[in-house]
């Protein structure tokens, strides 16, 4: 008599193959995510002072500052994004004008890695347009709510911008 049919052999599972499956699946529900050592941030869509939306006018396209920190022991953005705003402002000021407006940020935060140094990579980018203004200008950048910070005592270690 003739043996049954053997049933096609399914595929042996073994650890690496689950690893596979999960490393799959974890690219196709988030295939922007950051890295685990990154802490990232935005202000959203460009934003206005209440002060400066009504009393600004001659406003110029919108220039962008990207400069890029490197603090140790912390990071206190609110620092860091209020420097880089006032060389954008200090900017305006050199050709005549006194307040930004439309004003958007995002940075990047960069961890140190476990046994390495306590250094951390801050990529900031400022966005906005110069006007001039009636009244003088706040010097804060907007959405300060949307701050995430690393709490400690930061000590800037090197600032550099590009162009």
């Given at each position: 008599?003739?043996?049954?049919?053997?049933?096609?052999k399914s595929?042996s599972?073994n650890?690496?193959?689950?690893?596979?499956?999960?490393?799959?699946?974890?690219?196709?529900?988030?295939?922007t995510?950051?890295?685990?050592?990154h802490?990232?941030?935005?202000?959203?869509?460009?934003?206005?002072?209440?002060?400066?939306?009504?009393?600004?006018?001659?406003?110029?396209?919108?220039l962008?500052?990207?400069?890029?920190?490197?603090c140790?022991d912390?990071?206190?953005m609110?620092?860091?994004?209020?420097?880089?705003?006032?060389?954008?402002?200090?900017?305006?000021?050199?050709n005549?004008?006194?307040?930004?407006v439309d004003?958007?940020?995002?940075y990047?935060?960069?961890?140190?890695?476990?046994?390495?140094s306590?250094?951390?990579?801050?990529?900031i980018?400022?966005?906005?347009?110069?006007a001039?203004?009636v009244?003088?200008?706040?010097?804060?950048?907007?959405?300060?709510?949307?701050?995430?910070?690393?709490p400690?005592?930061?000590?800037?270690?090197?600032?550099?911008?590009?162009?």
């Amino acid at each position: 008599m003739p043996s049954p049919p053997s049933s096609p052999k399914s595929p042996s599972l073994n650890v690496a193959g689950v690893v596979n499956i999960f490393m799959k699946m974890r690219q196709i529900q988030s295939p922007t995510r950051t890295k685990a050592n990154h802490i990232e941030s935005s202000s959203g869509e460009p934003q206005t002072h209440p002060t400066i939306t009504l009393n600004a006018y001659e406003k110029t396209g919108p220039l962008e500052l990207k400069e890029t920190y490197v603090c140790s022991d912390a990071v206190d953005m609110i620092f860091l994004l209020r420097t880089t705003r006032n060389a954008l402002l200090q900017h305006a000021c050199s050709n005549g004008l006194n307040s930004l407006v439309d004003e958007q940020w995002k940075y990047t935060i960069c961890c140190p890695k476990k046994g390495s140094s306590n250094n951390f990579r801050i990529q900031i980018s400022y966005i906005a347009c110069c006007a001039q203004s009636v009244l003088p200008d706040p010097h804060k950048p907007v959405a300060l709510d949307k701050v995430k910070s690393v709490p400690g005592l930061m000590t800037i270690r090197q600032r550099s911008y590009k162009d």
